[in-house]
């Protein structure tokens, strides 16, 4: 298992090597300038604009740059916002809390409703519970989530009233961070209403940034079911005569568990994805809509280190997967 | 002492934040996050709408919804007869705002404006790049580091400005964000502390409204200063609610999670307006939507060759279209509700016929050239794109073949610069302080390679530019300014497309917001009935 380990270790060596070099490429391959960005419609008089070149670098080798900004994530500095100035760990970790509360509500909503969903979309395959749950996920799946949240505010938020339109918090509730994860800090708060507002606050957010991934996962499901149903040990199970439901559950659902687990820690990064829209759409004060804002103001620093981060979360999450399909299926350790 | 201080500046926090839940609250849904709550370093409407115009206040300070100044942290002024000395005199007794991170131990003096100026100005001020890379954009811009000879403390309350050469707009210039005035009581004790950054985060003003708390990119929280030299605010908390996108502020206004909101979609206005919650205040914007030729190429360097091209366009077409009827067409580069504004100049018709014999006059044959189209929305044209495929489709009427052409919005403008530019270029501009000069001078010989993007350089036009900004009697500046745009008409380096209305959505419970020209957002003197 250390070996086993380790070897996944070792991979993440190069691929953080690789990301954080893509992630540096990236932003310099994008149209547009930084410095010319920051100065606004007014523009900047070419001394001054040769003066903040230099001040910031941008003038020597891509190379060097590189390497130096390697050099401080090395030590832990990430860098300083261009726009705000403010250092970009010190934003990411006040912002990040909000992405992970949102994400892991929709990771559950997900996983809650894609596996039963899936399941017995397998079990009744061909029924019209098969057709119209798999015609569902399929447009959940297809569905631009930009269109998705607006029609979703308009109708629950707008017309019906039943929901909040945006933010994280009814505004009459004021108290300092104490986690960063709101429903937990308004529980702290002590303030009677709080958390049922920041609970009411997640409803269309975390339904929307769920759609893909539990369209995914039902759909995932689905497969490695039927597949695994097919398998000769369900139909002796089936002859021994033990209970539908032991077949399934027993027999059947946990093998089919390693590719669904799978699926749902890549989900991850499609919820990361996901976040930056459904962030944007509900002014939700995560790293989603942080990373569009600096990519409209060309903010190398933020968008390089900012991806870079989330390159980093997102292979310790898979890591973490890896290791509990290891735990799940000893097989894989061996090879 | 201090310790007494420091608890009732804890006092008075608690009582802010304990006190929310009674208060009379306004909350505002702005459209993006402030970069920081210093009023100089940056040049964002939605910087200045969360620093300068709340928390700080300035030397002379815009009448409220006009272009015309008033005394504010100076009560009175003179100015030398050769106009190169500014001497104010500053109201006595303005506090400091008290907050539970600064007490301060005395009033506004002359050492707070020289620290205000100083530090964007002299870069042995240990405060000139306490931010790094700031660039103290506006203050350059505005040419304040060529224009200034020295600042002069003559008494407390006595503070002299030394310029190096008379400049008309020196007044209104210091009405202007970047010029508002900061405290250095505060800037000392930050700096013994080592503690500079927090000048942004954690500011002091002498404004109406002080600063409670900002969670990034979601809320930011004020509460009316006590001590406010103009009386205390009617509300007790401003709230600002920050929401990027346009459609969710307005489900948010309708859904009365706020209470008034900026910058509407088109498309939102009507719905908004048959809302009867809500009313929808509107003003002409101070701003101008143009298509600028490169009057320095063949065939754009012939008069005659701009002015067809200027009347085969449908301007109306493109109000109704792309406005959606919330603008007006654009005659002269300065919008008419700007003083000097050119009543008796009429604008080139609407001739297709007229404009194809006018080209065939000038020997123009089959031209072919390239419409640039803005990839943003900005208040002075919502979408250049379809702006650029309307005009292309006059243009096709009239014989001239166009291809759109768009960038990356700074490469955009970069681009735009150069004086071999290929085609006709779309972009505005929205005035920064009510003077007809800071539209006109975009025209100038000063501006060729920089913000002129007709590349037009005319010795008549510049000459009563200059004649302008040397003179200091208002009405006969007016004559020299009517002149100019009678040169601008005639050698047509434009399209003048349109100057747009913008829109102020709000509850019927808000009164007293008086919508800015200068497109700012000022919540001083706004009330909520309960």
């Known amino acids: 298992m250390l070996r086993y380990l380790l070897h996944k270790l070792a991979l993440i060596v190069p691929t953080v090597f690789g990301i954080s070099l893509a992630a540096f490429a990236f932003v310099r391959l994008l149209p547009g300038d930084p410095i010319l960005a920051l100065a606004g419609e007014r523009g900047v008089s070419p001394e001054r604009y040769a003066q903040l070149v230099e001040q910031f670098g941008y003038n020597r080798p891509y190379v060097i740059q590189y390497f130096e900004y390697i050099g401080r994530v090395l030590t832990g500095d990430f860098g300083i916002s261009i726009a705000t100035k403010r250092p970009v760990l010190g934003e990411f970790q006040a912002l990040?809390?909000?992405?992970?509360?949102?994400?892991?509500?929709a990771l559950i909503i997900a996983v809650l409703l894609g596996i039963p969903a899936g399941i017995f979309a397998a079990i009744k395959r061909g029924s019209w519970f098969d057709q119209a749950t798999m015609g569902v996920a399929l447009t959940g799946y297809s569905m631009p989530i930009f269109w998705w949240g607006l029609l979703l505010i308009i109708f629950f938020s707008g017309y019906l009233g039943w929901t909040p339109v945006s933010g994280r918090i009814g505004l009459q509730y004021f108290f300092k961070p104490t986690t960063g994860?709101?429903?937990?800090?308004?529980?702290?708060?002590?303030?009677?209403?709080?958390f049922r507002s920041a609970a009411s606050h997640l409803i269309l957010p975390s339904i929307v940034l769920a759609t893909i991934p539990l369209a995914v996962i039902a759909r995932q499901t689905r497969s490695a079911m039927l597949e695994v149903l097919g398998e000769d040990y369900v139909r002796t199970a089936r002859a021994k005569g033990l209970a539908p439901r032991r077949v399934i559950g027993l027999h059947a659902f946990r093998n089919a568990l390693i590719p669904v687990v799978t699926t749902i820690g890549l989900q991850v990064g499609t919820l990361m994805a996901g976040a930056i829209l459904t962030e944007t759409i509900f002014s939700w004060p995560g790293i989603g809509k942080w990373m569009i804002d600096a990519i409209g103001k060309r903010d190398y620093v933020v968008v390089q280190s900012g991806l870079l981060i989330i390159a980093l979360i997102v292979m310790a999450v898979n890591l973490i997967v890896d290791v509990l399909y290891a735990v799940i299926n000893p097989r894989i350790r061996v090879q | 002492m201090k310790k007494k201080l420091t608890f009732a500046a804890a006092l008075l926090a608690a009582s802010v934040i304990g006190g929310m839940a009674n208060a009379k609250q306004l909350v505002y849904c702005s459209e993006a996050s402030p970069a920081g709550f210093d009023p100089s370093p940056w040049s964002g409407g939605n910087d200045f709408d969360a620093s300068s115009r709340t928390i700080y206040s300035r030397l002379v300070e815009f009448e409220h919804g006009k272009t015309t100044i008033s005394p504010g942290l100076a009560e009175s002024w003179t100015v030398s007869d050769d106009g190169l000395e500014y001497t104010f005199k500053l109201r006595p007794g303005v506090k400091f705002q008290t907050t539970d991170y600064f007490t301060p131990t005395r009033d506004l003096n002359a050492d707070d404006v020289i620290?205000?100026?100083?530090?964007?100005?002299?870069?042995?001020?240990?405060?000139?790049?306490?931010?790094?890379?700031?660039?103290?954009?506006?203050?350059?811009?505005?040419?304040?580091?060529?224009?200034?000879?020295?600042?002069v403390k003559v008494d407390d309350l006595t503070v002299k400005f030394v310029l190096n050469k008379p400049e008309v707009a020196f007044l209104p210039d210091l009405?202007?964000?970047?010029?508002?005035?900061?405290s250095k009581e505060y800037a000392d004790q930050l700096d013994k502390a080592g503690t500079r950054q927090q000048f942004t985060q954690k500011p002091i003003g002498t404004g109406p409204f002080q600063f409670v708390d900002y969670q990034v990119d979601a809320v930011i929280r004020y509460a009316a200063w006590d001590g406010y030299y103009g009386g205390r605010q009617k509300i007790d908390d401003l709230i600002f609610a920050i929401t990027t996108d346009p459609a969710v502020r307005a489900q948010k206004l309708?859904?009365?999670?706020?209470?008034?909101?900026?910058?509407?979609?088109?498309?939102?206005i009507a719905g908004l307006q048959a809302d009867t919650n809500l009313k929808v205040d509107e003003q002409e914007g101070l701003n101008i939507g143009y298509l600028a030729y490169n009057t320095t190429l063949p065939p754009f360097d012939k008069v005659e060759v701009r002015k067809a091209l200027n009347m085969a366009v449908n301007k109306k077409a493109i109000i109704d279209a792309v406005y959606q009827g919330a603008g007006q067409p654009a005659v002269n580069p300065i919008p008419p509700t700007m003083w000097s504004y050119n009543k008796d100049i009429k604008d080139d018709p609407y001739d297709p016929e007229a404009a194809k014999k006018m080209l065939a006059d000038a020997g123009v044959k089959d031209l072919s050239m390239k419409i640039w189209a803005m990839p943003v929305s900005r208040p002075y044209n919502p979408n250049a794109q379809r702006v650029a495929e309307m005009i292309q489709a006059d243009y096709a009427a009239v014989g001239v073949k166009a291809e759109i052409v768009s960038y990356e919005w700074t490469e955009y403008r970069e681009r735009g610069k150069q004086k071999d530019r290929d085609g006709a270029f779309q972009l505005g501009w929205t005035g920064d302080n009510g003077?007809?000069?800071?539209?006109?001078?975009?025209?100038?010989?000063?501006?060729?390679?920089?913000?002129?993007?007709?590349?037009?350089?005319?010795?008549?036009?510049?000459?009563?530019?200059?004649?302008?900004?040397?003179?200091?009697?208002v009405a006969e500046r007016t004559k020299i300014y009517e002149e100019?745009?009678?040169?601008?008409?005639?050698e047509a380096p434009w399209l003048t497309i349109a100057h747009s209305k913008v829109f102020m959505p709000m509850n019927k419970k808000v009164s007293g917001f008086v919508m800015d020209p200068l497109g700012i957002h000022r919540f001083d003197g706004v009330d909520v009935t309960e």
């Open chain 2, 254 to 268: 309708k859904a009365g999670e706020c209470d008034i909101m900026s910058y509407p979609a088109p498309a939102d």
């Open chain 1, 181 to 194: 994860f709101m429903l937990i800090d308004s529980l702290i708060s002590g303030k009677s209403g709080a």
């Open chain 2, 435 to 473: 003077d007809p000069d800071n539209f006109l001078f975009l025209l100038g010989c000063d501006a060729v390679g920089q913000s002129n993007y007709a590349i037009w350089c005319n010795q008549e036009f510049e000459g009563l530019l200059k004649k302008g900004k040397a003179t200091t009697d």
């Open chain 1, 96 to 105: 990040f809390p909000a992405t992970l509360e949102l994400a892991t509500i």
């Open chain 2, 484 to 490: 100019a745009q009678v040169v601008f008409k005639r």
């Open chain 2, 115 to 151: 620290f205000s100026f100083e530090r964007q100005w002299k870069k042995e001020n240990p405060w000139f790049s306490y931010l790094e890379g700031t660039g103290w954009e506006y203050f350059a811009g505005m040419g304040f580091p060529d224009l200034l000879k020295e600042i």
């Open chain 2, 175 to 182: 009405g202007m964000d970047f010029a508002s005035i900061v």
